[in-house]
């Protein structure tokens, strides 16, 4: 198994330019999930879905756009990328189950990016 | 809300020696699980150990045990004889009907 990947790795955007980072799962996770980490912030959540067509805003959702078309896919939109959009983000992936069951959340590597 | 609070931006340990790192938790709810995680200098995200609000026994997991401390909404982790390769940062996080939240982190620094 791949476990969660993302691409890109690196992407360097300017301002008002609009990307889609990808991320994927072959572990037939019903939740996904996408994080940006900041320095000294720790990981905030942006977005996440429970299921194929089931998606719902996080701590900081404005400026990006998911959709989840399939179980496997998690694509996160940023519209107009914005200089505090720099960041590192991390799709992640579980079982899904309720609080308080076991719920490890799979992380993939990672990408970061810049906007001038 | 929900909330993770780590207080201890950087620690130090001596090699082989007991470390525990702090974690407070806040939520109204009385089903939601507990985690800790390590992110090395290479950034990736590595599970380490699970506890869940009914579960009555500490978590354990090798060298990391986490100290649970339900009415006062604590979440230590505690890693037992250090090692080099335990520098890192340290993220405490709680699942909350899939919501996950982070905190800060506390970035351990394990000294020869």
């Known amino acids: 198994n791949a476990g969660v990947t993302q691409t890109p790795k690196f992407q360097v955007l300017k301002t008002g330019q609009s990307m889609t980072l990808q991320c994927a799962q072959d572990m037939n996770h019903e939740y996904m999930s996408w994080y940006r980490q900041d320095p000294g912030m720790g990981l905030r959540l942006i977005h996440y879905s429970v299921g194929a067509g089931i998606t719902d805003q996080g701590e900081v959702p404005n400026g990006y756009n998911v959709s989840r078309s399939t179980t496997e896919d998690f694509p996160l939109r940023l519209l107009s990328a914005a200089p505090s959009q720099t960041s590192v983000y991390f799709c992640a992936s579980s079982h899904g189950l309720a609080g308080g069951n076991y719920n490890e959340q799979f992380f993939g590597p990672g990408t970061r990016l810049t906007v001038l | 809300a929900q909330k993770i609070t780590q207080t201890q931006p950087g620690m130090f340990v001596q090699e082989k020696e007991a470390v525990t790192l702090d974690c407070t938790y806040d939520?109204?709810?009385?089903?939601?699980?507990l985690f800790w995680y390590k992110q090395p200098s290479s950034g990736e995200m590595i599970f380490l150990i699970y506890q869940g609000s009914y579960d009555e026994q500490n978590a354990t997991e090798g060298r990391y045990s986490l100290n649970f401390q339900k009415a006062r909404k604590s979440a230590n982790l505690v890693i037992s004889a250090s090692q080099l390769g335990d520098s890192a940062m340290y993220f405490c996080?709680?699942?909350?009907?899939?919501?996950?939240?982070f905190g800060s982190g506390t970035k351990l620094n394990v000294k020869p």
């Open positions: 939520t109204s709810d009385q089903s939601y699980g």
């Open positions: 996080a709680m699942d909350n009907f899939n919501k996950f939240y």
